[in-house]
């Protein structure tokens, strides 16, 4: 029957592809969004320059980055984990526990946060840490009071910012920016604004007093985005009077749409962030199995080559899409060089 | 009759009548206007697709003769490759910068920048590959210029095609309208000019600082290995479940909960479908991430109902004097069913497998569960194994990816990407209903 043939012959060639064993001859990485971008740059240059293939680059966030990295040491495995904050304790045990003892951590540069609304709303123009605390707390300073936030607009609280509608668009829980925005912004504003003094003295432990500073009210004016930034530029296309959080290389890309406020007078630009004058920024990381250094081919190339002056330095492609370049960069590169590991 | 008392002629149209009349007419207008604003839609929805998607099938090219010296290309001076190596990108992107700047002079073209590098945001980050490529291809190109087709930066290309305007980048860090100036003159002297896009359909994927190189070709061979999974498996799976359901079977509660679950699966929302091939084939059974393998399998899952479904019915379609007939001069169950049941039944199926086909090409929810999202599919897939097993995306996971990206050129990659997907679809569907007006056999 050629029915029964076709069956058997599509099985047989089903069970021969899944046997074969492939032995790994590209440089395979996962993890953060917010380094793929980068990391694509880097892969695309490194295949067209080097005989290595390009290598394989997937995103799927920080933390599965990490937990995929952590999986164990063999060629089925990741060679690189993408992160946009640094690995945590919890997350080297677990490594540790799979057998994956020597990872290479490297940074990568600087990624700023910056604030941006439409560009022809509101002059959303300078912001401070205090008014995005006062806009978005849930319990904020009034008249030396701390209180439920009853500000609904934001000359409410500043006579400088515009009589619109308090509405923000903030990142989601599961991303790294989110950490950011809440421990630069939210945090710092909160200890401007004496609201953490007041929490203190109204009996909380610092500690709780910490993390009560990194809330944000949940009444419908500050909106989680879980999605990307393209989500948070199609809610400010559709709301004039609204900000959003966006990294500092997607807004350069949509300028056209987009305006940016300055953070405490200070305008968000590769330069302000490099010089350590914009506050709301974090450094960028990957980090190497030490163990496949040698086994994969191109390993150590590729990450070598991620970091080179040309690629990653102040004129480099990174730079130009607006990665804030790391001035210690000679030191990750010699790091690199020695393969020196975490300790 | 009870309406005996009624003396008037037939023809006058009775107060009764005229509301069944009316009400008639009120529902052919109603239906008129479902149809119409369904038309209306459709057309908008087409006219969309193809206004924004048409131009990605065009791109801006510079056709430039690009000196080639022999002191920064080839120290060795002996065309030894390994050494021509050793000269990256990065070593070629100041020769075409300054092969642009000679061009502009010998056009007469005045030159707004300081130097040359200031005309860098004109040309495509690609260029220098390009370049490399060819003279590592051909080393006796040393010394001599050469004349190569670059592409444009996405910028300059959106200028030409009306998406970008000097207003839109007075803002904007990459480029100003000084560049701009330099390319109208450029396109007056013929040197930069648009053209059909190939390199769309057939290249692979690009990083997010070059939409103008990125094509679709590479996720439409993952797209193409899945289908072969799809169709491997869930053909002959699903006609032999529905030939034993149909045809031998004994009907009891057994066949029929199984039967009631077939439908059920049929309706089952696909990213469940996802979910289960994450769970089952990559933790479980380790197979692969982003694999056209792992896609295809659970793409398989998702088809076999609507492909058992549809054999079922052009089975039970296939009138029992057939059956009685072969079963009558001797032949067996197998016989009858293989010899002229299945046969008879073969375009009902094979339409319904197209059908189930097509579906399973343009999904993308359970894809995005076992990795073909958020992938960058710029390998071409070297043998057939390493196209079942590499990691790989699929058209519509790749136009997905697209949408997502920050730089707005690509948005315009997304629709083009969606007309050459919608083109496989409809060719599709129209396969499926030639076979159906050929083969099909009414009784």
Known sequence: ?343 | MTDATNTGSLYDVDARTKKRNAAEKRFRIYGMIAIGLGLVFLVALLSTIVVRGIPAFQQTKLTLPIALPEETLDKSGVRDIEVMKKVSTFGYNPLIEQALADALDANGIENPFEDAKGLKPILSSSAAAVVRDEVLANPELVGTTHTFEILAASRVDGYLKGRVTRESVARDNNIDAAHFDVVDALRDAGIIAKGFNFDFITGADASESRPEQAGIGVSMLGSLFMMFVVLGLSLPIGVAASIYLEEFATQNRFTDIIEVNISNLAAVPSIVFGILGLAVFIQFMHLPQSAPLVGGLVLTLMTLPTIIISTRASLKAVPPSIREAALGIGASKMQTVFHHVLPLAMPGILTGTIIGLAQALGETAPLLLIGMVGYIASNYPDGVASGFLDPNSAMPAQIYEWAKRADPAYYERAWGGIIILLVFLMTMNILAVILRRRFERRW
């Not at chain 1, 604030?115 to 205090?130: H, K, V």
């Not at chain 1, 305008?267 to 450094?283: K, L, N």
Request: glycine share 8%; net charge negative; aromatic share 8%.
């Open chain 1, 1 to 343: 029957m050629s029915f029964a043939k076709l069956t058997a012959s599509t099985l047989a060639i089903a069970a021969m592809t899944t046997g074969v064993a492939v032995a790994r001859d590209q440089v395979q990485v996962a993890g953060s969004s917010t380094v793929l971008p980068y990391a694509s740059i880097v892969a695309e240059a490194f295949g067209e320059n080097f005989d290595f293939p390009t290598p394989v680059v997937e995103s799927g966030g920080s933390s599965a980055g990490l937990k995929r990295f952590c999986e164990g040491v063999g060629e089925n495995t990741i060679d690189i984990a993408n992160a946009s904050r640094a690995i945590r304790e919890k997350e080297i045990a677990a490594c540790a526990e799979a057998g994956v003892t020597d990872i290479i951590e490297v940074r990568i540069g600087y990624d700023g946060i910056v604030f941006a609304s439409q560009l022809n709303g509101p002059e959303f123009t300078a912001f401070t840490e205090s008014d995005i605390f006062n806009a978005l707390a849930p319990k904020v300073m009034v008249d030396g009071e701390l209180v439920d936030n009853p500000h609904t607009k934001w000359s409410d609280f500043n006579a400088d910012l515009p009589d619109a509608e308090i509405l923000a668009f903030i990142p989601g829980t599961k991303h790294g920016t989110r950490e950011v925005f809440e421990e630069k912004v939210i945090a710092a504003g909160c200890e401007a604004t004496g609201a953490m003094e007041a929490m203190i003295a109204g009996g909380m432990s610092e500690d709780d007093a910490e993390d009560a500073c990194l809330m944000v009210r949940t009444d419908g004016m500050s909106v989680d985005i879980d999605g990307d930034y393209t989500e948070t530029l199609a809610r400010i296309d559709a709301n004039t009077n609204a900000i959003g959080v966006f990294g500092l290389a997607f807004y350069e890309n949509n300028t056209d749409k987009l305006k940016v406020a300055t953070m405490s007078g200070v305008e968000p630009t590769t330069e302000t962030i490099a010089a350590g004058d914009y506050p709301v920024s974090r450094p960028l990381y990957f980090y190497i199995k030490k163990a496949h250094i040698g086994v994969i081919p191109g390993l150590k190339e590729y990450a070598e080559f991620f970091v080179a002056d040309e690629i990653a330095g102040p004129d480099g492609p990174l730079s130009n899409y607006g990665l804030v370049a790391d001035p210690e960069l000679a030191a990750t590169q010699a790091m690199i060089a020695n393969e020196e590991t975490m300790n």
